[in-house]
């Protein structure tokens, strides 16, 4: 199994991006997705939950990135995404894609992606 992030990357103030998370070897329903992410200078410390979605009509935002962000994901294409407007400095970090079973049983992550908001 295995977790691809991709579109990360600069943007000013006030500009969007869109993360795509490509999974392969999951069937995607199965699992529970999650965006997270990790902020410079603090690696020692948990990564935060930014997004989960557990189906199109049960999906969780932090409340930092509510109203901003957008998780969505295709099954057909076994892929998670993140549409990320309005960012703000503060919103640069890595960013991960994590699926996890039902069950809490198994958990996987993907090796991120660097977004950063500067002008």
């Known amino acids: 199994v295995q977790l691809v992030e991709s579109g990360g990357g600069l943007v000013e103030p006030g500009g969007s991006l869109r993360l795509t998370c490509a999974a392969s070897?999951?069937?995607?329903?199965?699992?529970?997705w999650s965006w997270y992410r990790q902020t410079p200078g603090k690696e020692g410390e948990s990564r935060e939950l930014v997004a989960v979605f557990r189906s199109a009509d049960d999906i969780t935002y932090a409340n930092y990135v509510q109203g901003r962000f957008a998780i969505s994901g295709d099954a057909t294409r076994n892929t998670l995404f993140l549409q990320m407007n309005s960012l703000k400095p503060e919103d640069t970090a890595v960013y991960y894609c994590?699926?996890?079973?039902?069950?809490?049983?198994?958990?996987?992550w993907g090796q991120g992606t660097q977004v950063v908001v500067s002008s």
């Open positions: 070897g999951f069937t995607f329903p199965d699992y529970v």
């Open positions: 994590r699926a996890r079973t039902r069950d809490f049983e198994n958990i996987y």
